[in-house]
């Protein structure tokens, strides 16, 4: 654990502490860190931010979104999709990272956030070594704004109770937060194209609701 003043111990309990990360390690190297940490009982958003310094805004991003490209329990995307609301609408905003207290306490215990890394991590560290700075156009202001604009749609449709409505969303957000992440134009590209795909699909099952939902109350009302 990193060599704290003295002073700043009496301040941080265990759980607040983060571990030495050092340098620009990938974010899978980071996360991986926080997993293996066995002597702490749960992994808070607070946590999240001090580990990942400079880039907690698009990583953020994707950790939230990363749970929703698989399958959950219900109610996960809602919980999950509010964080990401206020994450990506101070991307679209150009704002610097802040998060209220009441985020930064939320927190996953340790065996449930070592279950989501070795589910994401392998695919996490595959993206890695294909990611890499180019077409910089796209991940710089004022693009960089819409990217934040469009997450910011594809969140609030993740809080949205719609069959089938959190997976195209979620990897959308998640190709996009990696390519801000490491400034990668060609990830940010393809994200926008799955965030169209993802718009396609929730309208369409929108659409066949509103259709089973008009003939359903047809067949009670005549």
Known sequence: MPDYPRQDRK????SEETPPVGGHLPLSSILRLLAGDAGRERISVRVLVDALGDRALAALMFVFALPNVFPTPPGTSSALGAPLVFLTAQLALGRKLWLPDFICRRSLSLQDFQRLIRRGAPWLERAESLLRPRASRLVEPPTEYVVGLV?????VILT???????IPPALAICLMALGVLEEDGYWVAAGFLAAAIAVAIVSGVLFAMFKTALFVGSRFLF
């Open 151 to 155: 997450c910011f749609i594809l969140s």
């Open 11 to 14: 301040n941080k309990t265990r």
């Open 160 to 166: 949205l109770p719609i069959p089938l409505g959190n």
